[in-house]
T-cell receptor, first 112, second 113 residues
Framework: QKEVEQDPGPLSVPEGAIVSLNCTYSNSAFQYFMWYRQYSRKGPELLMYTYSSGNKEDGRFTAQVDKSSKYISLFIRDSQPSDSATYLC????????????FGKGTHLIIQP | DAGVTQSPTHLIKTRGQQVTLRCSPK?????VSWYQQALGQGPQFIFQ???????QRGNFPDRFSGHQFPNYSSELNVNALLLGDSALYLC????????????FGPGTRLTVT
């Protein structure tokens, strides 16, 4: 079992829909949870990070962390064709170890 | 404010050769991490440099080595290249103690033939 599991998709939704992207993980030491967006042949772009459990909102994006279930989510409201990209979840433990552990990424397609 | 820059953009090497990739961190950042991203996969952590020393290493053989310079820029060296080393190599910079905010460069695409 991989440390971080993420459905690779593709996930195709119509413009304006609410998108839900998810990751599960097995390492209970993970404390920081990040979401990155990666366009084709580009480097990942940090969207937001969350520490421990709870919700965080930034514009059309909301990140949720449920540590009891080892499950994290990213919601995108009012999705736009420009949101079409691969979304990567990443995690790291609370102290000391700084390298991020990534999921495989979910390929999202927003249909105009 | 310049972001993370990497060079070269693309590189083609032959099996058994050696390669050096370069990274300049985002202004104000002092920590550089390197990742390998195979096609269709998420990035995998190679190692991290801070204060010119390797601070943490992922599960990569010692054919992969690095260096950080006093101006915080960094190099990744790979010796005895294998076909399986073909990937996008990503550099990420952060401020020490804030590695949950890692900013990535555009990457160097390495093809080993």
């Amino acid at each position: 079992q991989k440390e971080v599991e993420q459905d690779p998709g593709p996930l195709s939704v119509p413009e304006g829909a609410i998108v839900s992207l998810n990751c599960t993980y097995s390492n209970s030491a993970f404390q920081y949870f990040m979401w990155y967006r990666q366009y084709s042949r580009k480097g990942p772009e940090l969207l937001m990070y969350t520490y421990s459990s709870g919700n965080k909102e930034d514009g059309r994006f909301t990140a949720q962390v449920d540590k009891s279930s080892k499950y994290i989510s990213l919601f995108i409201r009012d999705s736009q064709p420009s949101d079409s990209a691969t979304y990567l979840c990443a995690m790291r433990p609370g102290g000391g170890a700084d390298g991020l552990t990534f999921g495989k990424g979910t390929h999202l397609i927003i249909q105009p | 404010d310049a972001g993370v820059t990497q060079s070269p953009t693309h590189l083609i090497k032959t099996r058994g050769q050696q390669v050096t990739l370069r990274c300049s961190p985002k202004s104000g950042h002092d920590t550089v991490s390197w990742y390998q991203q195979a096609l269709g996969q998420g990035p995998q952590f190679i190692f991290q440099y801070y204060e010119e020393e390797e601070r943490q290493r992922g599960n990569f053989p010692d054919r992969f080595s690095g260096h950080q310079f006093p101006n915080y820029s960094s190099e990744l060296n790979v010796n005895a290249l294998l076909l399986g080393d073909s990937a996008l190599y990503l550099c990420a910079s952060s401020l020490s103690g804030h590695s949950y905010e890692q900013y990535f460069g555009p990457g160097t695409r390495l093809t080993v033939t």
